[in-house]
């Protein structure tokens, strides 16, 4: 079974800083890996997928098969990117969809 | 405005009584999925659907129904609710299950089961 973790419940870091929240998995097979991120009072939202090779609001995340890691980062974080950021996980080709980690509430203090 | 919908958004309700929590979505969606969340545990999923009449557990699915009669609608069923039922539930849907979808969620329905 897989399993997605978040080590850090809280961070906080001031605006523009580096932020890197980070995300180990454990899967024996081929994942695809996601960020999600719901801000305040607003749903749970697809915030950048490891497949697409993207980068949305300036945050990017790369997958690190070696250390089964996709953490993401920003170079300078912006008080709006404060929210609650969840790593998913979902084994290629099922249909299981997504194992989420516990999450990581990110505090970007002025 | 294509999104999902739960109703109801807040419920108190006593061990036992038997209700149901609806989602609906207005993108034709194939796939949809219940997940809960909890402090420290992230969102976990209960069940998940396929398309029209396939459905099928997700990891923790001890509890509850599903069922899914139309392509929009995949209520969520508690015929003896539990006060560790007590959570935070998200409704999503997606396109189809399979491929790299993004998943779209609803707001969430707030239970307490006293």
């Known amino acids: 079974a897989q399993r997605v973790t978040q080590p850090e419940k809280l961070l906080s870091v001031f605006k523009g800083a580096p932020v890197e929240l980070k995300c180990n998995y454990s899967?024996?097979?081929?994942?695809?890996l996601f960020w999600y991120v719901q801000y305040s009072r607003q749903r749970l939202q697809l915030l950048l997928r490891h497949i697409s090779r993207e980068s949305i609001k300036g945050f990017t995340a790369d997958l690190n098969k070696g250390e089964t890691s996709f953490h993401l980062k920003k170079p300078f974080a912006q008080e709006e990117d404060s929210a609650m950021y969840y790593c998913a996980l979902r084994p290629k080709g099922s249909a299981r969809q997504l194992t989420f980690g516990s999450g990581t509430q990110l505090t970007v203090l002025p | 405005e294509a999104q999902v919908t739960q109703n109801p958004r807040y419920l108190i309700t006593v061990t036992g009584k038997k209700l149901t929590v609806t989602c609906s979505q207005n993108?034709?969606?194939?796939?949809m999925s219940w997940y809960r969340q909890d402090p420290g545990l992230g969102l976990r999923q209960i069940y998940y659907?396929?398309?029209?009449?396939?459905?099928d557990k997700g990891d923790v699915p001890e509890g509850y129904k599903v069922s899914r009669k139309e392509k929009r609608n995949f209520p969520l069923i508690l015929e003896s609710p539990s006060p560790n039922q007590t959570s935070l539930y998200f409704c999503a849907s997606s396109l189809s299950g399979l491929g790299n979808n993004e998943q779209f969620f609803g707001p969430g329905t707030r239970l307490t089961v006293l």
């Open positions: 659907s396929m398309n029209v009449e396939v459905t």
């Open positions: 899967y024996s097979g081929s994942p695809e």
């Open positions: 993108m034709n969606h194939e796939y």
